[in-house]
């Protein structure tokens, strides 16, 4: 099969013709265009497929929030055609056995690649490393380590881990967040928590983290990638490490890009993140290390729980948001409405540099002549109020559930193969679970 996109904006500026045939984008000129399936693309930004580099499908054992099949349905619906799966699963991601289940269900699904993440440590629990190299040797030949949710807190066996990285050119994906100061902690540290009564989360949680790490990473040769950044004060860290020449990566999510912390006025759980949303100061000055690079990466952290586990009482209900559905039209409100960053950049922050970063394959000369054929179409002058039932994914815990945000996913196609027509998720064939 031939399909011909006409009249695309490529990267939000020229007008072009893509044509994908074999899963590969190939020149225009050279298909017959009578036998190709054409798709008028007229209006439409044609980007890459978006790469989630920050991606909790709790499959294995969390599979009442969310299963790796569903979650996949979501990730078409937002355009993405690669994730990264966090590796905070039952049992924990710690072992070729699991990270190669997550891969095999990915494989199954058939709607976007799955890259698991190993841990870094064996359970999570911090103790003891996890076998770094035999989960990289493994058949889902895992490039990212992450205990996320949990901060590798040790130092000692944070620099080990750098180094077994440094040794496979892997990444550590640290999650930034000093236990010691953040015990019991529900929201961001300052005024608003005093006077709602919550527990309190400062800042200097976050960057004392981070300034320690890059140290490390320093130290190591290593490649240090900070998960969820959500303060100023960690924008300066990682700014000066970058200007040392440390090997630092750094991503922010999308609700940090738009969301703050007087949304917790209301006590209502959806708003309850880790880390938490933070004053606007710290917002802008997100949105501002975004745009110059300080930042490089935009990551959903999408985190599906249950509805119990979220309309419980705020001190008591989980942390975390989904956000694979809605991360284009948070990015396009946060960042290209307000003139920071032009489409071009967009597919910079959500494909190219993480694939870049997580060592994916196939996006780093995007929508060119050769490349795989991960390509979305998204309508931007399209705005839509989000519902529940716009979520494909098996929870709704979102934040911005009755909030209009622009832009539309009309059309996405992985390696090729169209994985959503007219903003419509289609069926796998094969897969274990329906579409």
């Known amino acids: 099969m031939t399909t011909l996109l006409t ?18 984008l190939v020149d225009p000129a050279s298909i017959d265009r009578d036998a190709a399936e054409v798709v008028d693309a007229a209006g439409l930004v044609a980007l890459p497929g978006l790469v989630d580099l920050h991606t ?4 294995p054992g969390g599979e009442q929030a969310e299963t790796v099949a569903s979650g996949l349905r979501a990730a078409a619906a937002g355009g993405f055609t690669c994730v990264f799966a966090m590796a905070n699963t039952t049992p ?13 269900l990915g494989l199954e699904s058939g709607l976007a690649t799955v890259r698991p993440i190993g841990a870094v440590t064996v359970g999570l629990r911090g103790e003891r490393l996890a076998d770094m190299l035999m989960l990289h040797r493994s058949a889902a030949g895992v490039t990212v380590f992450s205990d996320d949710g949990h901060c590798v807190a040790d130092a000692e066996l944070m620099r080990r881990a750098l180094e077994h990285a440094a040794s496979m050119d892997a990444v550590v994906a640290q999650h930034a967040q000093e236990p010691s100061l953040t015990r019991g902690a529900q929201m961001h540290e300052g005024a608003l928590s005093a006077e709602l009564g919550l527990a309190g989360w400062p800042a200097v949680a976050e960057a004392a983290v981070v300034a320690r790490d890059a140290l490390l990473a320093e130290l190591a040769g290593a490649r240090l990638h900070v998960c969820h950044v959500s303060t100023a004060q960690t924008v300066e860290v990682v700014r000066a490490a970058k200007a040392r020449g440390v090997r630092i990566t750094a991503e922010v999510t999308p609700h940090h890009l738009l969301l703050t912390e007087e949304l917790v006025r209301g006590y209502d759980g959806r708003y309850k993140v880790n880390p938490p949303l933070r004053p606007e100061a710290d917002v802008l000055a997100l949105r501002e290390a975004l745009a110059d690079g300080t930042i490089d990466i935009v990551a959903t952290d999408h985190a599906p729980h249950a509805p119990e586990a979220k309309q419980a009482a705020f001190a008591e209900a989980a942390f975390g948001m989904v956000g694979l559905e809605t991360a284009l039209g948070v990015v396009q409100q946060s960042m290209v409405e307000t003139g920071l960053l032009d489409w071009a ?31 979305v179409l998204v309508d931007p002058a399209a705005r839509r109020t989000i519902e529940v039932g716009h979520l494909r994914g098996r929870s709704a815990n979102s934040p911005f559930l009755g909030v209009e945000l ?18 419509a998720v289609l069926a796998a064939p094969d897969a274990g679970e329906a579409a």
Request: zero cysteines.
């Open 7 to 24: 009249g695309a904006r490529v990267l939000g500026g020229e007008v072009r013709d893509l044509a994908i045939h074999d899963g590969a």
């Open 56 to 59: 909790h499908l709790r499959q």
């Open 92 to 104: 924990v991601a710690d072992t070729p056995a699991v990270v190669e289940q997550v891969h095999r």
């Open 345 to 375: 950049g967009i597919a910079r922050v959500l494909s190219t540099a993480p694939a870049a970063i997580g060592r994916e394959p196939g996006y780093d000369a995007p929508l060119e002549v050769g490349s795989p054929a991960h390509v």
């Open 406 to 423: 622009p832009g539309e996913v009309r059309h996405v196609w992985h390696a090729g193969r169209r994985t959503v027509r007219d903003g």
